[in-house]
Structure formats: C-alpha cells, structure tokens
C-alpha cells in the first residue's frame, strides 16, 4: 500500500529565511511525486512534479528514492508563500489517482 | 474559462439521506475525479472517470457512486449518508486520463446530521 507524510502540520519562518516541507513517501513501486498548495480562499492547485524537475515560485524538491523523501525546498521564504501545501504521489506514471499527505500550513512571518 | 465548477456550495443532510454532488470540468478536459477531504486531512481520491465510465476507484464503499454525462460534467451520489461522510468534496479535471496535472474545483462541504 502507499502512504505519504507530512510530519509538520504547522512550520513559521520568517521572511527571507530558508524553508523546507518534509514529505516522505512508502510505495514498492515508482512513484510519480508532486506538491500541491493551497493559497487562503483559492483552490488546490499543482506547485511542481518530480519528472519536470522545474522550479516554480522559487520552490524545488528532489526525489530521494533512497531515503523516500519528497521534501520542498525554497531558499528565501517569501510572504506570498504562506499557504497550505500538501505532498502527493501516484502509483502510476500517467495515472491521476493521487495520494495525499495531510498537508502542512506553512506561515511566513514578515 | 471559469475552470472546474461544482454545485453545491455547501449541504446539509440527515443520517441515511442520499446526496447528488456536480461537477463542471474545466473546458477541453473530458477526465474527472473525485476526491473526499476531511477536516484536518489531505484529500483522499474517491474515483475517476473518463468516457463515461468509472475507470479507477479509491477505497470507498458501493454507497458511493457516480456518473458522467457527454458533456463530461460528472456527478456524484452518496447513499444511507453517514455522519462520518461529512467533508469537502473535490472535483478534478484533467485533459487525459493520465499523465496530466490536475486542476480542482473550490469544492462542495456536506454536513450530515
């Protein structure tokens, strides 16, 4: 079975500091991971995808097959960034049943 | 393009009512998922459907069923409510049936009493 998680509900820094979400996964196959967000009073919509390896907004995460980890890295914290962001896998490349973690709320304190 | 709309907002239900829910897709996307999200939980994938036919299913019982129309708008139904069924509903749109990001709707909250 998969699972994924988010060890951290709630994570504050301050602004221009460094940030990073914790997200490990468990899955005996290979995954496809992706980051959702949550901004206040808008939809969840994708952050970033492990196979594009882009950065979005600042944000990139690597996946650590090794350790089974997913976790989002933005070097300087931005106000803008405070939102709800939640880690998510898929047993299948190409598949759209998602698995998400329970999230973490991430507050950047100007 | 409004995106992905669903309708209710909200609803408010009685244990052992049945509830329809509905979902818009975003324009061009004829895949829809449906997910449940708890409070204080990530959303958990209830199941997909493309074509008209339900194609993946999450763990979920039979009481949960749905539908989709030509149009690719998608309905779902939940029978002999629970007060553990209360939740968002999160509805999902993709161009394909794989491969593609997601793009979710604002949700419908249902309250069973």
């Known amino acids: 079975a998969q699972r994924v998680t988010q060890p951290e509900k709630l994570l504050s820094v301050f602004k221009g500091a460094p940030v990073e979400l914790k997200c490990n996964y468990s899955?005996?196959?290979?995954?496809?991971l992706f980051w959702y967000v949550q901004y206040s009073r808008q939809r969840l919509q994708l952050l970033l995808r492990h196979i594009s390896r882009e950065s979005i907004k600042g944000f990139t995460a690597d996946l650590n097959k090794g350790e089974t980890s997913f976790h989002l890295k933005k070097p300087f914290a931005q106000e803008e960034d405070s939102a709800m962001y939640y880690c998510?896998?898929?047993?299948?490349?190409?598949?759209?049943?998602?698995?998400f973690g329970t999230g973490t709320r991430l507050t950047v304190i100007p | 393009d409004a995106g992905v709309t669903q309708s209710p907002t909200h609803l408010i239900k009685t244990r052992g009512q049945q509830v329809t829910l509905r979902c818009s897709p975003k324009?061009?996307?004829?895949?829809v998922s449906w997910y449940q999200q708890a409070l204080g939980q990530g959303p958990q994938f209830i199941f997909q459907?493309?074509?008209?036919?339900?194609?993946q299913r999450g763990n979920f019982p039979d009481r949960f069923s749905g539908h989709q129309f030509p149009n690719y708008s998608s309905e779902l139904n939940v029978n002999a409510l629970l007060l553990g069924d209360s939740a968002l509903y999160l509805c999902a749109s993709s161009p394909l049936p794989g491969g593609n990001e997601q793009f979710f709707g604002p949700g419908t909250r249902l309250t069973v009493l």
């Open positions: 324009s061009g996307h004829d895949t």
């Open positions: 998510a896998l898929s047993t299948q490349t190409g598949a759209n049943n998602l698995f």
């Open positions: 899955y005996s196959g290979s995954p496809e």
């Open positions: 459907y493309y074509e008209e036919e339900e194609r």
